[in-house]
Antibody, heavy 120, light 107 residues
């Protein structure tokens, strides 16, 4: 069955870069059906879609306006994973970050979640 | 952005009760509406997609209805394991957005 396994640091200082990786098993990051997505959850923002990357004969990415100037979501086909990079973090970026598979209808597979805390 | 509003924000019900949760979109999402269940400390789990299609493995006591802007999640006979927070989410347009959640407690 399809599984997503997240990894990355959980504690950052303001202005640092958040980097998380989501390893895919049982599917391919190059799937022509799925979109590989990052979502975060915090008490203040609730569940917030951050963006996605997907392959449809070529690679595409799109992002939430709230983070578009600071975010990159990118695939790694050799390792079958995708990554989130969020620059210049502030305490407002403190949240549980999830990777998820979007099969075009819904987020049907989720990673286990990573609590990222931004604090000086 | 499409705003998703759920009601109530929390409810308490007894085992065996019928529970209904509402979700309203700020504009029509046709039937591009999904429901998730999240238990404490866990990732959300997909329950229903396209407003009324039951995800594989989800008990049949969960059902969904609605179209346009108004949707409903129904739990036909509440079970102790249904203690969770439930979220609606639209996939009609980006940014994909979620409701604020409905916390279901067992009396």
């Amino acid at each position: 069955q399809v599984q997503l396994q997240q990894s990355g640091p959980g504690l950052l200082k303001p202005s640092q870069t958040l980097s998380l990786t989501c390893v895919i098993s049982g599917d391919s990051v190059s799937s022509n059906i799925a979109a590989w997505t990052w979502i975060r959850q915090s008490p203040s923002r609730g569940l917030e879609w951050l963006g996605r990357t997907f392959y449809r004969s070529e690679w595409y990415s799109d992002y939430a306006v709230s983070v578009t100037s600071r975010i990159t979501i990118s695939p790694d086909t050799s390792k079958n994973h995708f990554s989130l990079q969020l620059n210049s973090v502030t305490p407002d970026d403190t949240a549980v970050y999830y990777c998820a598979r979007d099969q075009g209808e819904a987020f049907d597979i989720w990673g286990q979640g990573t609590l990222v805390t931004v604090s000086s | 952005d499409i705003q998703m509003t759920q009601s109530p924000s929390s409810l308490s019900a007894s085992v065996g009760d019928r529970v209904t949760i509402a979700c309203r979109a700020s504009q029509s999402v046709i039937t591009y509406l999904n429901w998730y269940q999240q238990k404490p400390g866990k990732a959300p789990k997909l329950l229903l997609y396209s407003a009324s299609s039951l995800q594989s493995g989800v008990p049949s006591r969960f059902s969904g209805s609605g179209s346009g802007t108004d949707f409903t999640l129904t739990i036909r006979s509440l079970q102790p394991e249904d203690l969770a927070t439930y979220y609606c989410q639209q996939t009609y347009s980006t940014p994909l957005t979620f409701g604020g959640g409905t916390k279901v407690e067992i009396k």
